[in-house]
């Protein structure tokens, strides 16, 4: 249907004299994960709580399938957060906390019984949640969130402080639940953990929009590629490249960087001209440094935001040039 | 999806659908929605420890002191100051009552402040704005089924003490509940007990922090009424008798004391007064900030 679930419009919060959320605008597109992304501090969360309607906005605004959240009659049949900070009453036990949010959507008591046994915590549903494990926490807000079945879901950092086994679980449920139709926004500072979760990517920084396009399109500008090749006649194979406009570096240990060229056409270039090789290995940054690399071009903005005040920091697709590709941590592509 | 997670405890397959999907907007709204919320807040108060344990302090409390104090005052009632003498004679209800409801009132401050705070605290009141996204129905739910608790509880407790303490003073002065103002002062005390815990919560949805509403509370409580009385002249006199727990205890009385100022009944409604403004404040400054 193309009409987006979550839609955020310039929206702006600060803290003081701190700007957590500088005139973002995004949409978040029904039936898919949309993977939150930016570094610690990047806003993330405060935007998920001002979508929420936790936090007024200082201007702009959020809505969920064109209304406001605080506008919701039954908010939790309609929307489930999973939010950072614990949202329990550690004196109460699993089941009342349920209990009690299920009452307030008019569900019944056998929705609770459900989501306690869909996140594996019927066992302990009669403990104090105080002494709940982080695991068991994270659960628990998971469980609160499925409650009212709803269609849009928003997770900011499920994953975080979670053992292997605890992130692979919301892993596959968010897929599950993906499966499923939901809409999915979920937040995180690890990319790595984004590349094997979402379909979509929204890429902040400082508040501010960085990207906001497929995993497949940011992952293919992220990583830039390039070829290292050693040679023990750098000067010749160098001379020769440059004559077909490929981009030569040296590296700091005598290796040449190439872009611009794939490389078989550089094997058989050298070959043509007599140099001899002793490596050619295609590059590509890791998902991990390209991400790094972007946020840390958002701080750069930031800070140059005053010279050109006319020209917005928000980067649509291509238009940020991927930064330089680190030699080290290579992967050999395919 | 087609993967089968084999992480415990249970594969996360297609969840099940809650109840029939309503459209979102379809579900009552306002006054319809409303008991729902009531029927989220009673679960709330009734699932934490500290309601348990605050009502039976008060309950110990209030009946084990009026019973001590009333039969330290009969078994000394010869060496007794002649001020409390006459106390017992003009006012015997209010005077066993007073005995245990000035400490026993504590757990009812405390409770009304926990009730709120400690969602401030644990983070549960972001799950309660997620719920009840227009905020005041929250707190106006939270009241009054704090209120209501509060009020069977305090006219038990005060009966009750009525109960224990009338037969023990009974050798020195005599008083039923058919004498002038007595059944007033009585029902009295359940309201005062009542409107207390409101300003309480009122206090603590304010502040949002347990320890600093209950330092706020006792200023209120212990601390402005002897300053006030400081006051030079008639200012001071006036100032003390408008404080909230002072006006609002006067319906606890079964007879007028020399020195007040106010009927039970203004007295009361001045409470109330006090009350109101804290909540209205209360609920303004909810709707207003971050949570």
Known sequence: MGVALIEVQDLSKRYGDTTAVDHLTFAVQPGRITGFLGP????????????????????????????????????????????????????????????????????????????????????????????????MGQRLGIAAA???DPHVLILDEPVNGLDPEGVLWIRNLMKALAGAGKTILVSSHLMSEMAQTADHLVVIGRGKLIADESVEDFIARSSERSVLVRTPQPAQLIKELERVDADVTTADDGALIVRGMAAAEIGEKASAARVVLHELTPQRASLEEAFMELTRESVQYHADSGLSPEQPPIVGSGALAAPAVPAAESEVAE | MTTAATTPPTPPAAPAPATPAESPNTGPSGFAAFPRVVAMEWTKFRTVRSTVYSFLALVIVTLGLAALITWLSVSSWDTLDADRRAAYHRDATGTILSSGIGLGQVAICVLGIMVIASEYSTGMI?????????????????????????FVI?????????????????????????????????IGVGLYLMMLGLFALAVGAIIRHTAGAIIAVIVFVVVLAPLAQLLPGSLGKHVHAYLPTEAGQLVGQSAQGPKDLLSPWQGYGVFCLWTAVLLLAAGWLLKRRDA
């Not at chain 1, 605004?61 to 614990?86: C, F, Q, S």
């Not at chain 1, 989501?115 to 982080?134: D, I, M, P, Q």
């Open chain 1, 40 to 135: 610690n501090g990047a806003g993330k969360s405060t935007t998920m709580r001002l979508i929420l309607g936790l936090d007024r906005p200082n201007s702009g605004t959020a809505t969920i399938d064109g209304v406001p959240y605080a506008r919701l009659r039954e908010p939790l049949r309609k929307v489930g957060a999973l939010l950072e900070a614990r949202a329990v009453h550690t004196g109460r036990s699993a089941y009342h906390h349920l209990r009690c949010l299920a009452q307030s959507q008019g569900l019944p008591r056998t929705r609770v019984d459900e989501v306690l046994r869909l996140v594996g915590l019927t066992e302990v549903a009669r403990k104090r949640a105080g002494g709940f494990s982080l695991g």
């Open chain 1, 146 to 148: 499925l409650l009212g």
């Open chain 2, 126 to 150: 972001r799950a309660s704005l997620l719920a009840v996204p227009k905020r005041t129905p929250m707190l106006a739910a939270k009241g009054l089924v704090f209120a209501a608790v509060t």
């Open chain 2, 154 to 186: 305090g006219e038990i407790v005060s009966f009750g003490a009525f109960a224990i303490g009338a037969p023990i003073l009974r050798s020195k002065v005599r008083v039923s509940l058919g004498d002038h103002g007595v059944l007033r002062a009585l």
